[in-house]
């Protein structure tokens, strides 16, 4: 089955040029040119991933994302010519998954995209296989790390973003080792042009929020002061 993909653009020439260059990458691509547009593909179509443009006619970019995070976990990349740094960190804190500055280059899209649905056909059977068995338990919790999914004691599975599993798996890997804002930066990104240490701490809370009891007073993800963050949580 083909990824289906949903543009959401209001710059016609943008929007039939991404069309064209996914399509040709081998992706099914519906088109929205407005928020309207946008949320009623998503209710009538199975969609895999949505590219967002923030500066749109009828509703901004981050509303939309956050309407969107608000009922799916549904893969969000913001495509933006906003180069502000608040507003990149807006779009991260609201749960879009990644985003990219205009312009850029298509390429490095279309591997932003694949990397983001999982697609395991660039990587060899046997690292699918090794990724698929690394599965730790913490607390109740149950992060599956080839699967992308955090289970909770019911069973049941608890949606985060990309950042936000990225972020998680690389505390989990390395129990009660201090980890700097650096090197989790270097683990949730791969945008080197983007992130500051504010978004090691945005990601923490958020992913604390979904973990701890108290989130005010974390057990699982501790900080610690002046360096960064630790996984203190027992690992069975
Ligand atoms: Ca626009």
Redesign the pocket.
Known sequence: MDKHLLIV???EL?QSLLAAYMRNEGFKVSLAGNGKEMLACIDSESIDLILL?????DED?LVLARQVRARSSLPIIVLT?RKEQKDRLAALEIGADDYLTKPFDPEELVLRVRNMLGRTDTGTAEAALRERTEVFRFEGWTLDSGGHSLIDGKGKKVSLTRAEFNLLAALVKAPNRVLSRDYLLDAVSQDADAPTDRLIDVLVSRVRKKIENDPKTPEIITTVVGCGYKFSAQLK
């Open positions: 653009e209001d710059d943008v443009d923030l500066g749109l006619p970019g010519a």
